[in-house]
């Protein structure tokens, strides 16, 4: 099975900064990554897909990119919304389509 | 789109449970339809989906003892679970696996649409 590795598994930062989070794929997974974000008691939310492209209704602030095997996926410009728990998730070829363990972003 | 749960609740070591997925606003039939689960205070496991041609997959952690299914007349998805282990327990998420070829990509693949989940304890 594919692992996913994403780091940090938390990290506090304010409203307004800018954080990346990495994932990392335990092989080539192609652009086959998309990241959900999740607050607590609630279900994930499909934030992007293919690497970089917006679920409708997305905000630009976030993006990611990617850069061989490791993805990133970057806020830019917290928002009070923003503090959640995000997930990378491969759905490369068959199923396992594994997730990322999370990385839980905190008002600091 | 509403895709609602139910059929969780607390059961024993060994026992059986059938969660169901009501689904309005699409067509269990014409698309894949996964299970997702989360453990307290854990992450996102895939558990298993079920395909537009009727074939199936499952995580290794449950494969041989759970069984997604549908019915194409309720527009509902189930999962079965039998001999049911502590490390089970979990939140269970039912979402639409969407599946769509585009030229700029290829074919494109994510979970879009999400249930609110139900709660399975097993405990004695």
């Known amino acids: 099975d594919i692992q996913m590795t994403q780091s940090p598994s938390s990290l506090s930062a304010s409203i307004g900064d800018t954080v990346t989070i990495t994932c990392r794929a335990s092989?080539?997974?192609?652009?086959?990554l998309n990241w959900y974000q999740q607050r607590p008691g609630k279900a994930p939310k499909l934030l992007m897909f293919a690497v970089s492209a917006l679920q409708s209704g997305v905000p630009a602030r976030f993006s990611g990119y990617v850069s061989g095997t490791d993805f990133f996926l970057t806020i830019s410009g917290l928002q009070p919304e923003d503090f959640a728990t995000y997930y990378c998730q491969q759905t490369y070829s068959s199923p396992p389509w594994t997730f990322g363990q999370g990385t839980r972003v905190e008002i600091k | 789109v509403q895709l609602v749960e139910s059929g969780g609740g607390l059961i024993q070591p060994g026992g059986s449970l059938r969660l169901s997925c009501a689904v309005s606003g699409l067509t269990v039939s014409s698309n894949n339809m996964s299970w997702v689960r989360q453990a307290p205070g854990r992450g996102l496991e895939w558990v298993s989906v079920?395909?537009?041609?009727?074939?199936?997959d499952y995580a290794d952690a449950v494969r041989g003892r759970f069984i997604i299914s549908r019915d194409n007349s309720k527009n509902t998805v189930y999962l079965q679970m039998a001999s049911l282990r502590a490390e089970d327990t979990a939140v269970y998420f039912c979402?639409?696996?969407?599946?769509?070829?585009?030229?700029?990509?290829?074919?494109?693949?994510?979970?879009?649409?999400w249930g609110k989940g139900t709660a399975v304890t097993v405990s004695s």
């Open positions: 079920i395909y537009t041609g009727d074939s199936s």
């Open positions: 092989q080539s997974i192609g652009g086959f």
């Open positions: 979402a639409r696996h969407y599946v769509e070829e585009v030229e700029w990509f290829g074919e494109l693949r994510y979970t879009d649409v």
